[in-house]
């Protein structure tokens, strides 16, 4: 395989539809000998997931795990949100939260 076509391939991560199994192409697939490093696009045709079977057109892309979260296809759409990586997304949540709590409590310094 030339160069070019190993730097065209990325190591997105593919989610089973079926079931939810994510196959990380960092971590490979040691149940089935398939190496760390080991892209999505270069599993064997018979690959099925380890978890329920299904074959590899039933999985979707989820891209990388250290860029933005979610699907390629929906970053581009929400209020600024889709284009949040995870950490962001969950500090946004969870500081949602706190600030709700704390807002809760103050009321009941109002008395």
Same mark, same amino acid.
């Given at each position: 395989m030339?160069?070019?076509?190993?730097e065209s391939k990325t190591l997105d991560r593919h989610e089973c539809r079926a079931c939810g199994y994510v196959y990380d192409p960092k971590k490979g697939n040691p149940k089935n000998d398939i190496a760390p490093g080991t892209a999505f696009e270069d599993l064997p045709q018979t690959w099925v997931c380890p978890v329920c079977g299904a074959r590899k057109s039933v999985? /979707?892309? @989820? =891209? /990388? #795990?250290e860029g933005v979260s979610g699907f390629k296809a929906n970053q581009r759409y929400g209020v600024g949100v889709n284009g949040m990586t995870e950490g962001q997304k969950s500090l946004l949540i969870f500081g949602g939260l706190v600030v709700g709590f704390l @807002?809760?409590?103050? #009321?009941? =310094?109002l008395q």
């Open positions: 030339s160069d070019r076509a190993t999985f /979707q892309n @989820l =891209g /990388q #795990m @807002l809760l409590l103050s #009321m009941y =310094g």
